[in-house]
């Protein structure tokens, strides 16, 4: 076994973009302790079973799983409301030349450590207008959708924006696209996020 690469995350890290790989994750976690590790990344074995029917009810009602994040998570309406399965009405986006962002709590968490959140950055991206193709690896390739400054400002913008008497310092978050996405759609692009607040005031 590889020893993971360490060198890139200093002794005071504090939020940022982490590697998904489960030795780097599991060397993360025995150094810092709230960021998950190689056994924390699954969800309980109780919302296993939830987690499953609830996909099931995904599957039976939407026209794919995009489609129910763009009208339960972004707010769209249906194309018709009346259809079996629902398609998202996201024609609109298209002509917008930013993308929408929802920062979400995870329906089905990982097992993280107390005091530790895990959610997920969801962005529309639609602006590019079908530029990207159904084969590109939007996951491991994020940096052609935004950089790492970026997606590291919308979360801290977000979760500054869920705690209003926060300051950024009161925040440590770390990041990564998921390596196996149960959503892959060029019109969505999202991130696992885990975070903790260290200071109240």
């Not at 599957?59 to 249906?78: K, R």
Request: charged content about 25%; overall charge negative; proline content about 6%.
């Amino acid at each position: 076994i590889t020893a993971p690469n360490m060198a890139e995350y200093s002794e005071d890290f504090s939020s940022g973009r982490i590697d998904s790989n489960l030795d780097v994750l599991e060397s993360l976690h025995q150094r810092y302790g709230w960021i998950p590790g190689r056994s924390h990344i699954r969800p309980r074995p109780e919302d296993l079973e939830r987690k499953y029917f609830f996909l099931l009810q995904v599957e039976e009602n939407f026209s794919s799983y995009a489609d129910s994040v763009l009208i339960s998570t972004f707010g769209l309406n249906p194309v018709d409301e009346n259809a079996v399965s629902l398609t998202a009405d996201d024609s609109a986006l298209y002509a917008e030349t930013e993308p929408r962002i929802a920062f979400v709590d995870v329906p089905f968490p990982y097992q993280v450590q107390s005091g530790t959140h895990h959610s997920c950055i969801w962005y529309t991206m639609h602006h590019l207008k079908n530029q990207l193709q159904a084969g590109d690896s939007l996951y491991k390739d994020h940096h052609k959708l935004f950089s790492d400054d970026r997606i590291n400002k919308d979360i801290l913008e977000s979760l500054l924006k869920r705690h209003p008497d926060a300051r950024p310092s009161d925040f440590q978050f770390a990041w990564y696209p998921n390596p196996k996405p149960t959503v892959e759609d060029t019109r969505l692009f999202h991130v696992q996020v885990f975070w903790r607040r260290t200071r109240h005031h």
